[in-house]
């Protein structure tokens, strides 16, 4: 055994009780920017949930993905509507975050949001005082893995708000970007 085999063998954390346990402490070293997805009912009646699984997938043409749980009344919404909108929530809506975790029944009486049922374009409720930014969003494919959906949504429009700064999780802990100070 070499000396650089020794010193990364004793410095090697304890082996998870599971795989599934290890790719969730592997994952919650990897900050992400947090959103809150909304959409709504067949009849106006707003749903929605924090999610930290949102990516880009690509520009031409502009294609979003969200991963939702499985049997989620946000879920199925958004499958009933077709429609989604990603709020990327700014560094101060950590309570937003919070709420939207939690399952509250009321959380939207207890947020500032707007839906305009008769413009084309909005695909669910804006978060107006808690986003940086809001990507409304068409259904354009589905994809089943384990307990989640992954939900591909071709954008229909992005509203940026100005002088926000993006809420960032990881590590159990909510933050406002930009975080620490940059490594050259």
Known sequence: MTELTRLNESARPAAPASVAEGQRAMMSGFPTGVAVLTTTEPDGTPRGMTISSVCSVTLDPPVLLVCL?????TLRSVLDTGRFAVNLLHGAARPVAELFASGAPDRFDR???EYDADDPYTAGPHLLHDAHAVA???VSDEHRSGDHLVVFGSVLRVT??????????G???YRAWPV?????
């Open 111 to 113: 947020v500032r949001w």
């Open 171 to 173: 590590k159990r802990q």
């Open 160 to 169: 940026p708000f100005a002088d926000r700064q993006p809420l960032v999780y």
């Open 136 to 138: 409304d969003c068409q």
């Open 180 to 184: 620490g100070t940059d490594v050259h």
């Open 69 to 73: 749980r499985g049997g989620s009344p």
